[in-house]
């Protein structure tokens, strides 16, 4: 398994896995799969915020399996915080290592960003999976948001975890 910094030329391959995840597990993001699949020109869109971003790809040969998407504060007072996004691994990666492949690269990252003193990442309560995952890390859940997120006719909480460097 390699895991690397995606490109504008990974755009698709990476919209095809987005759409994915948003079909296969929707209470795990607050996009929609509906409301993605009417975006106009989505893969345009998706090369812009690879140029703008750090997004990493977990690849099993030449098949993206897993990504995860590092967002920078952008104004004075917030730079010295970001949060992790869109963070995914196809069902039959879960409990492989991909996951853990894209933290470990991802906190790499994140740990020589000058000056970056916070790191969060929002997950739905009920995954215990990713939440264990987080917390190997060094993540600690500093709130839960309740109704976070409506999803086929239910409420779901989300939890905020944070690593602090």
């Known amino acids: 398994m390699e895991v690397r910094q995606l490109t504008v030329n990974d755009a698709e391959t990476y919209w095809e896995l987005r759409l994915e995840a948003l079909k296969k597990n929707p209470e795990a993001f607050a996009s929609s799969y509906e409301e993605a699949i009417l975006k106009d020109d989505p893969i345009k869109s998706t090369a812009r915020n690879m140029e703008s971003g750090a997004t990493f790809g977990a690849f099993d040969n030449e098949t993206l399996i897993g990504v995860v998407t590092f967002v920078r504060g952008s104004g004075i007072k917030v730079r010295h915080k970001a949060d992790l996004f869109a963070v995914y691994v196809t069902p039959e990666y879960r409990g492989k ?17 000058d000056a970056l003193l916070i790191l969060s990442v929002s997950v739905v309560s009920t995954n215990e999976r990713a939440k264990h995952l987080y917390k190997s890390f060094g993540f600690k859940t500093v709130y839960i948001e309740e109704k976070a997120l409506y999803v086929q006719g239910q409420f779901l909480n989300e939890e905020h975890m944070v690593q602090y460097f």
């Not at 290592?97 to 990252?109: C, H, K």
Request: glycine residues 12%; without cysteine; aromatic residues 6%.
């Open 97 to 113: 290592g991909a996951g853990r492949a894209l933290l470990s690269r991802v906190m790499e990252y994140a740990k020589n960003q």
